[in-house]
């Protein structure tokens, strides 16, 4: 029942710019973690966590996008977001959004249950 899909993918420039999206179905929006992840296919074996969002608003990034990604939700669209900046070669990326039990930081894959099926990020250099 529940279900998270993502948009916004697409190709860019160094530099460049980005916004995803993440419409989440099925569970109250306010009482979970929201995360997004990130994956090199047949590169990287697991999703490492880039940004995450708690229930009350409180954010988490990793070193490699702190500064340069920006995590945020509506709640009255049930949807999160992340904005991506100067972004980079090594930024080239499937992106998948996630949700999980509320914590204080939302920042280990292991709170998260959900998962939605990806879009992909490419910058070229």
């Known amino acids: 029942q529940v279900q998270l899909a993502e948009s916004g993918g697409d190709s860019v420039q160094f530099g460049g710019s980005l916004k995803l999206s993440c419409v989440v179905s099925?569970?109250?929006?306010?009482?979970?973690?929201l995360g997004w992840f990130r994956q090199v296919p047949g590169v990287e074996r697991e999703l490492g966590a880039i940004?995450?969002?708690?229930?009350?608003?409180?954010?988490s990034y990793a070193d490699s996008v702190r500064g340069r990604f920006t995590i945020s939700k509506d709640y009255a669209k049930n949807t999160l977001f992340l904005q991506m900046d100067s972004l980079k070669p090594e930024d080239t990326a499937m992106y998948y959004c996630?949700?999980?039990?509320?914590?204080?930081?939302?920042?280990?894959?292991?709170?998260?249950?959900?998962w939605g099926q990806g879009t992909q990020v490419t910058v070229s250099s």
């Open positions: 996630a949700t999980g039990r509320s914590a204080v930081y939302c920042s280990r894959r292991s709170q998260y249950d959900y």
């Open positions: 940004a995450g969002i708690s229930d009350i608003g409180t954010v």
């Open positions: 099925g569970l109250p929006f306010g009482d979970y973690c």
